[in-house]
């Protein structure tokens, strides 16, 4: 006669049941909100501090700490300073459009502020995040609108580059090709051999972009 055997399977211990009323959340939600301060707090702090050049220049090296000297003299020699006039900011040009913009470089800023203060920070500092163009054409849309005439300026007798026709079809070129030309193609911010009656433009340079971008994405375009 044969005899069967029953194996039993291990029991499942039964799940512990969470009674809510005897969580405490009293401390859970002082934490909670004394973290948000404090984030909230830091992030204030920092935009506040961020808005004076001098304190980003505090940690900055060569060549941050000769862009901030021309910005303090009294004759702009190239494009950054001559923004100072305006009472444009370090900020300004390196952050991008709106808040979530400038949540960006506050949050690159606070990760460069951590390597400074531990020792870590490579100087000079490599630029991580250049320059795009939503950051110069947040406060230059007109150069994209075909009412907009470039005024003072003369290429070689070229009627073209008078009337700005570049800023017109670059969105349109860089669908075709994205390393068409950018704003910081043609105007550098901080180099000083450009011609301030062209808008610190170096004109061959510039002559060199036009030409550039005509011929990967062909003369007609």
């Not at 920092?46 to 862009?67: I, K, L, N, V």
Request: with cysteine.
């Amino acid at each position: 006669m044969t005899r069967r055997v029953v194996r039993r399977g291990k029991k499942t211990p039964p799940r512990r049941k969470i009674h809510l009323e005897k969580v405490p959340w009293k401390p859970i939600l002082i934490v909670l909100s004394v973290a948000l301060l404090a984030t909230v707090g830091g992030f204030t702090f920092a935009a506040t501090q961020e808005s004076r050049d001098s304190f980003c220049g505090s940690c900055h090296t060569q060549p941050e700490s000769t862009y901030l000297q021309r910005s303090t003299a009294s004759q702009p020699v190239d494009l950054a300073s001559h923004h100072t006039l305006q009472s444009t900011r370090c900020i300004d040009c390196h952050s991008g459009e709106g808040l979530f913009g400038r949540l960006q470089a506050e949050l690159l800023g606070a990760k460069n502020a951590f390597k400074w203060y531990t020792g870590t920070a490579i100087q000079p500092a490599p630029l991580t995040q250049s320059i795009s163009d939503t950051h110069c054409l947040k406060c230059h849309q007109q150069v994209t609108q075909s009412s907009y005439v470039m005024k003072n300026q003369n290429f070689a007798g070229n009627s073209e580059a008078q009337n700005g026709h570049w800023h017109l079809f670059l969105a349109r070129w860089q669908i075709v090709d994205k390393n068409a030309g950018q704003c910081v193609s043609c105007h550098g911010g901080h180099t000083t051999d450009g011609d301030k009656t062209i808008f610190y433009l170096n004109e061959q340079h510039t002559i060199s972009v036009c030409e550039s971008c005509h011929q990967k994405l062909g003369k007609g375009d």
